[in-house]
């Protein structure tokens, strides 16, 4: 995996693009932190599902919203839901004391 840090790609963008079209997988940092995996897709690799299980595993990790999830599989909101259920992952998550919230807000 090749490393850049934010200032190596704003002087050099192509590298990124030269380093996938090796099949080479990219790591840009700043500060020392990550911000970008740059993955190589080759020729014949599944992108609409490689995209899918991407977005699906981020936001099962709470790392993205629903709504970049469903950018990043290139879904609309609502196939974004069900392609999560399919795989057995909530959309809807309460925390706990939510739900005593939400019917007290109803009253008695």
Not at 24 to 46: D, Y
Request: charged fraction near 25%; avoid cysteine.
């Amino acid at each position: 995996m090749h490393t850049l840090t934010t200032e190596d790609l704003a002087l050099r963008p192509q590298q990124l693009l030269d380093d996938a079209a090796r099949g080479e997988t990219s790591l840009v940092t700043r500060a020392g932190e990550p911000v970008l995996l740059a993955v190589p897709l080759g020729a014949g690799t599944n992108t609409r599902e490689v995209r899918l299980e991407l977005a699906a595993r981020l936001y099962d990790s709470e790392q993205i919203s629903l709504g970049v999830a469903a950018r990043i599989a290139g879904l609309t909101y609502s196939e974004m839901i069900d392609a999560l259920g399919a795989r057995g992952i909530a959309t809807i998550r309460l925390e706990p004391g939510d739900l005593a919230r939400e019917l007290a807000a109803f009253g008695p």
